[in-house]
């Protein structure tokens, strides 16, 4: 059973539009969420990441809403630009162990 | 700032081979990890170490091996490789080992088995 879902394998937006990518989880003792940023050709970096005792974190154009209670969380990518274009991949973990569990990842098109 | 560095950036195989990926980080990290990525897919846990010659096995152990010889090197083997077979490695470390920590990870061996 998969741990983390990623509900969309391709997202296209415009320039300066929202991009919304959606993660759900299904183990309720997780709780440190990073999602992290891969380019074409490169590993994947860490981009954002959030605790489950908050419920949003913001870095610049980059916002996590997470939903505990739910067991889902998204990222929000403000005013897009062609540059963030790359997969992007939801991960989850928890505190006791060295695991960390990764969605399969959504690549995010941003049209000029 | 440090660097992870695998070799090769590229490996064709033969059906049968075995096969061996070298994983360097100079950033003192304890834990050392492989990933393989196939295409469309997430990163899927081969092994882990969290300390030299330590091992863990990942989700996806069967049909590779592993070595942590030092510290800062962190080998991967695949023992027979597969027809028709391609993905990439990758190989990630972290500071302490817990799931917490940020991974930093190289760009990638890109397997492919003729």
């Known amino acids: 059973q998969q741990q983390v879902r990623q509900s969309s394998q391709s997202l296209t937006v415009w320039e300066g539009e929202t991009a919304i990518l959606n993660c759900s989880y299904e183990n309720s003792a997780f709780d440190y969420f990073p999602w992290y940023q891969q380019f074409p050709g490169e590993g994947p970096a860490l981009l954002i990441a959030?605790?489950?005792?908050?419920d949003k974190k913001e870095d610049g154009r980059f916002t996590i809403f997470f939903n505990k209670r739910e067991k889902n969380l998204s990222l929000h990518i403000k005013d897009s630009q062609p540059g963030d274009s790359a997969t992007y991949f939801c991960?989850?973990?928890?505190?006791?162990?060295?695991?960390?569990?990764f969605g399969d990842g959504t690549q995010l098109v941003v049209k000029p | 700032g440090g660097i992870i560095t695998q070799t090769p950036k590229f490996l064709i195989g033969q059906e049968g081979q075995k096969l061996t990926l070298k994983c360097q980080q100079n950033f003192n990290h304890d834990t050392m990890y492989w990933y393989r990525q196939d295409s469309g897919k997430g990163l899927r846990l081969i092994y882990y170490?969290?300390?030299?010659?330590?091992?863990q096995k990942g989700d996806l152990s069967e049909g590779y091996d592993a070595s942590r010889e030092k510290k800062s090197s962190f080998s991967l083997t695949v023992t027979s490789a597969q027809k028709n077979e391609m993905a990439v490695f990758l190989c990630?470390?972290?500071?302490?080992?817990?799931?917490?920590?940020?991974?930093?990870f190289g760009h990638g061996t890109k397997l492919s088995v003729l």
């Open positions: 959030i605790r489950s005792v908050s």
């Open positions: 991960a989850a973990s928890e505190n006791s162990n060295n695991r960390i569990f």
């Open positions: 990630a470390s972290s500071i302490v080992g817990g799931s917490n920590e940020r991974l930093f």
């Open positions: 170490s969290i300390t030299e010659n330590d091992l």
